[in-house]
């Protein structure tokens, strides 16, 4: 018996004298090859009896290109789905989860009713136009004309005085997937400083006019959270009809 190894994937093995210059198959790659009498393992069919074996490189022949690409994935392979690599993957996937939705909170309906509201007054028509649902961008927008005069005029008594919102819900439906609202909206005047005098910081300040009313529904619209039914705020704020 004598020690020997195969020329493509390097499997070491043993093998009789009688096995030199035949035919012998790698357990491992399944390769084809011989033994040369001078114990060097070559690659493929062995020579016809009686002719010399050609082609025989010093000590053990290269192995095969594509062997060696095949080895390569094999391993890899089995580093990848390994028990501590898909944990290690679980966990990262885990982590990046609770990144996201630890920063990414929707926003509630108050805060998008009172946007809305505020972004009507001061005509801030590109924020009226991100609030609306999927679809109902035309509609949007022709609401936001329509009370365009209303709003107008409570702008110009505006000056650096605050907008005041009032949000209240008028319908909503159980699984709080849509919602009518009413936004009140109005001017809260500041205490002003006369002279050397200081405002009296226990006065309460009131509203300097009477708030006008913006009817508006809302409905979840997916990830992007409460966002503007134009075609249902446009009914809501058509005049009601005259008493007959």
Do not use: H
Not at 66 to 95: E, Y
Not at 139 to 168: F, H
Not at 202 to 230: C, N, T
């Amino acid at each position: 018996m004598f020690e020997i190894e195969c020329p493509a994937c390097g499997a070491a093995g043993r093998a009789p004298k009688q096995k030199i210059q035949t035919r012998l198959v790698c357990k491992k790659c399944l390769k084809v090859f011989y033994v040369t009498p001078s114990g060097k393992t070559v690659l493929g069919e062995p020579p016809a009896t009686g002719q010399t074996a050609t082609g025989v490189s010093p000590g053990r022949a290269q192995p095969d290109r594509t062997q060696k690409v095949d080895q390569w994935f094999d391993r890899a392979s089995k580093r990848l789905f390994s028990p501590t690599s898909l944990i290690l993957t679980v966990g990262l996937m885990l982590a990046v989860a609770a990144v996201y939705f630890s920063v990414w909170r929707p926003e509630s309906l108050d805060y998008r009713v009172a946007q809305a509201a505020r972004a009507a007054v001061q005509g801030d028509r590109r924020t009226i136009q991100e609030l609306a649902a999927t679809g109902s961008g035309d509609a949007v927008d022709a609401w936001y004309l329509s009370i365009r005069p209303k709003c107008d005029e409570l702008l110009q008594r505006l000056g650096s005085n605050k907008l005041i919102v009032e949000t209240t819900v008028t319908l909503q439906d159980p699984g709080r997937q849509w919602a009518d609202v009413v936004a009140r909206v109005s001017i809260e005047e500041g205490l002003e400083r006369k002279g050397n005098v200081l405002p009296d910081a226990s006065i309460v300040e009131i509203p300097a006019s009477q708030p006008f009313s913006l009817p508006m529904a809302w409905k979840v619209d997916g990830m992007a959270g409460w966002r503007l039914d134009g075609g249902r705020t446009r009914e809501l704020s058509k005049p009601a009809p005259a008493a007959p």
